[in-house]
Structure formats: structure tokens, C-alpha cells
């Protein structure tokens, strides 16, 4: 699918996005090894929480989908062997996190995924399921497709080399099979979904700052997930709102989690205006509305503890940075080259084609920002946060835009063209 964008004068009116990625794909997985059920409300009916759904039906657990909601009959911690290979889709997540549940299973799984995701790394997760026990077999030097063969699992500590929550709660959940206690350090703290859910399934997981100690217990149980909406699909019309001239929006019901909020502190930094109102807490979640009003934006140094805080974020901030008064330096965020694109080499490859002042770096990128940029024809390279950014800076640009293989919106955001055309 090609999608053509104008220049927009401004963006006004309330925005309802939907609902979380990584809350979503969290409560199908947990709610399946638990006992009894779990309701799953305002689920992100996406192609990467379909693919996380399609996986736990074949490993045996019964999923209804009924409007936004999803039930979930939980199987207990141990599922049905599937004879079928795990397809994980697009999704690093699905393979990540359900590689942490297959390790500690009485049976041999293989799980692969498309293209894109069997090109990025999985020895992150392969190094400490092997530690705890699994047995993990790699077709290619550490590539999916994995075959992983369950065991009785034992507890280890671990520091991880990434910052990265899909690494952190794959542990996490091979964790509950160990006989042991687990510790997990990262060099920042990542996003702590799996700390949270899994606590209010029952759980027994322990945070100070970057660790968590991980106690095994018996069984998790079903619960009520009510899903809020997904900040990293909210971003989006944040930096739209904020460079646009005469706009202001507000955006409902967003989950905002401090691991998850580095996108509201750059916007404020570079001279934002973006608000919190109406907080509260749900199933253990802060969530609230967000107020977005166009703004001056200037360029700003990025780095250090705030990348997990944005990791998705990066390409529509390099937006942001292009439409800037002044220099944004983007760096420690090599994560970027290993995402569903190289995100640094996409982003600075087709910002370009739009008249952006913009370079790579080793580790993240240089934006000279500029008044303007021009329309051109760019390419997502089938990855959904390309395609969202480049739709965004297409807005202010002179002329119109297309954007060639636009249809991966469908892997977070289905909707996100008709939310833009209501704006
Ligand atoms: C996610 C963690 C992040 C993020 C991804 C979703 C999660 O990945 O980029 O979109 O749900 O745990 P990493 O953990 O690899 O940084």
C-alpha cells in the first residue's frame, strides 16, 4: 500500500489510541500459564498481538476474541506440546518473552518468525535460558528459527549487556519454572510491564532500581487486564501537535509509566508543551490524558538512561529534531539497528529524501533541524514505526509525500490513517 500526505495548516480534536503493544501481548501470554481465566479489555488487535494469540492457541490454550476484549482460559504453567512451528510473525516480543515460558516446558518447541525478525538477535535470550537449563538449538549461529527443549530450570544471575525488557521478562518467565531464585541486573532500567502484571497475576518479583529478584512460585491467576492506550502510538501526534502550528489535541486514557514516558520529557525539553491530567492507576498502571499544543521546539542532547525510556520513540523524535531550531544529538541507542529496520540507517536514509539535514552515527544520529522539509516518495522498509514517523513529517512538509509500503501500520497501529484524517 502507497499512502500520499499533504501539508497540514494544524491538527485539533481528541484522540483515542489504542491499546498498549507490550501490555497487550503480556496479559494473552500470562493470562494463558495461569489457572483459571483472564479477561483481557481493550486489547490491541494488532498483527503482533494476533501473532502472540496464534502461538498460545497452538501450544493449547483455548482464546475467544469478542469485540476489543479477549478471554483467555489459562492452561496452568505447563501448556500442550504443538507439532507445529511457533510463528512469531514480526513480532520480537511473542519470540522473546514466549521463549522464557517454552524453556520451562516437558516438551521441545521450535519458534521462528518473517524476515525481518529472524535477522535479529536471539542469543541474548539463548545465553541465559541455557544457563538455567534449556536446551536451545539454533539453525543459523543464533537466529530464529530456535528449537528450545523445556527442562527442570534453575535459577541464575545475570547481567544483561542490553537494556532491554524483552530480554528482562523472557528470564522473568523462565523464572517461574526454577527451583530457585533469579536475580536480573540491566545497565538501565527497561520497561517493567512484566513486573507489574505479573505481580497482580500472583507473582512474587521484587524491583530495586535496575534488578529484580525473581521468586519462583507455584501457580499465577486469571484476572481482569483493562489495557490503556499505547504512548508509543500516542507519540506520534505528540510531535505532530507540537510542530504544527495553531494545533492542540488531547489524547485519552494513555498508559504513562516512567519507564515508558521519555518521549513527554524530550518534547518538554526541546521546548514542548505537553501536559498530564486526569492520573490515576490502573491494574497497577499510572494512566492518564494528555494535552499537546504546538510549541517552538529546539534541539537537545539525548542519551544515557533515558533510551529505554524511548527506544520506540527515536524515529518520530528524529522528526521532531528535523522541524527543530537548531542541533539534536541522539546517542547510546545502537538498539536501533536491531529493531524491525536498522531504525538509524531507515530513518536518516528517507529524512533525507525529504531535505532533512540529518546523519548517522555509530549510535544514533545528528539533526541539524530546518523551517521546512519537502513531500518525496520514501519507503518504511515494512517496518510500522518508519512508516508512522515519515507520515508525521510528511504533515509539515512543502508539497506531499508518499510513503511505499505503508500497510505495516497493521503490526501496532491498524488505524492509525483514519486517526490522522479525523484530526
Ligand atoms: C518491548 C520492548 C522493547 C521495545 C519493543 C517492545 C516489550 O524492545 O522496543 O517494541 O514489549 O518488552 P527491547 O526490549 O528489545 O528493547
Redesign the pocket.
Known sequence: MEVEISKKSHLKGVVNVPGD??IS??AIMFGSIAVGDTVVKGFLKSEDCFSTINCMRKLGVEIEIVNDDVYVKGNGMYLNESLDVLDAGNS??TM??LSGILAGQKFASTITGDESLRKRPMKRIIQPLSMMGAKITAVYDNYAPITIKGNTLKGINYKTE????????CIMLASLYAQDVTTIEEPYL??N??ELMLNYFGGNFESYDNKVICHPVEKLHGCEVLVPGDI?SAAYFMVAASILPNSEILIKNVNINNTRTGIIDVLNKMGGNVEIIEEKVVNNEPVADIVVKSSHLKGIDIGGEII?RL??EIPVIAVAAAYADGTTVIKDAE?LKV?ESNRIDTMVSQLRKMGADIEATNDGMIIHGKETLHGATVDSYNDHRVAMSLSIAALKADGSTKIKNAECVNISFPDFYSVLNVL
Open positions: 503493544k507490550s501481548h503480556r520480537g516480543t522473546r518473552l542490553v537494556s532491554s525488557a524483552q530480554v528482562k521478562s527497561s520497561r510491564h512484566s508509543s529505554p527506544i520506540d538498539e529493531k
